[in-house]
């Protein structure tokens, strides 16, 4: 199983971890929805995804 930590880019503090342990990313409507293992969700407004590496588990997202 792949699970993926979600960084968010960010010109004035650099990568910042939003959340870890991430199963399943969805886009819809301008929102990324972010689940993790433990059935946790996060949902962020206006977010780009930049990069998904499955071999490093990291997924980086950015404010758009």
Do not use: H, P
């Amino acid at each position: 199983m792949c699970l993926l930590k979600v960084y968010l880019e960010d010109e004035g503090l650099g990568r910042r971890l939003i959340a870890q342990e991430v199963t399943l990313i969805t886009k819809e409507d301008g929102k990324v929805q972010l689940r993790s293992l433990d059935g946790g969700e996060i949902t962020l407004n206006d977010i780009g995804v930049i990069v998904i590496d499955s071999i490093n588990s990291i997924c980086l997202i950015k404010k758009t």
